[in-house]
């Protein structure tokens, strides 16, 4: 009779973390998954308003401005340069942070013209440099 307790009991507990672990998971996927779009789709499309997105493009030159810890600053494609978005962040600015750096962006879209970003990560161009010399034929090997 107590060997049944036992499993029981164990049935119980392994039940309800189960619960647990599935609801934690159900609730910090729908907060986090933000899918890549292009800036002319969430400024075209007002139903991504209020939703997470990701989006990323070159930043602005002299578009920087800096208020304290807040960063305001706007991104446009590479190929559309009207197509842009101003981008709102209060993080640690990444060390390749400037003009004409590829930047994406992670955050809350709070209008059709603004991100609210929780996450900032730029491109390193010197990742780039070896391969656009070899493709301008300018390598010392």
Do not use: W
């Amino acid at each position: 009779m107590a060997d049944s307790r036992s499993k029981i009991r164990l049935l119980i507990v392994t039940g309800i973390l189960l619960v647990v672990v599935g609801y934690m998971i159900y609730s910090s996927a729908g907060q986090s998954t933000a899918y890549f779009k292009d800036i002319n789709e969430v400024t075209a499309d007002s139903t991504y308003v209020g939703k997470t997105v990701k989006v990323g493009g070159l930043v602005l030159k002299d578009s920087v401005k800096k208020d304290g810890k807040t960063v305001t600053f706007k991104i446009y494609e590479k190929d559309k340069a009207h197509s842009q978005i101003t981008v709102v962040y209060s993080g640690q600015l990444p060390s390749q942070f400037g003009s004409d750096i590829e930047a994406i962006v992670d955050g809350k879209l709070v209008s059709q013209e603004r991100i609210e970003a929780d996450r900032l990560v730029t491109k390193c161009p010197s990742k780039y440099e070896g391969e656009m010399k070899k493709e301008k034929g300018k390598t010392d090997e």
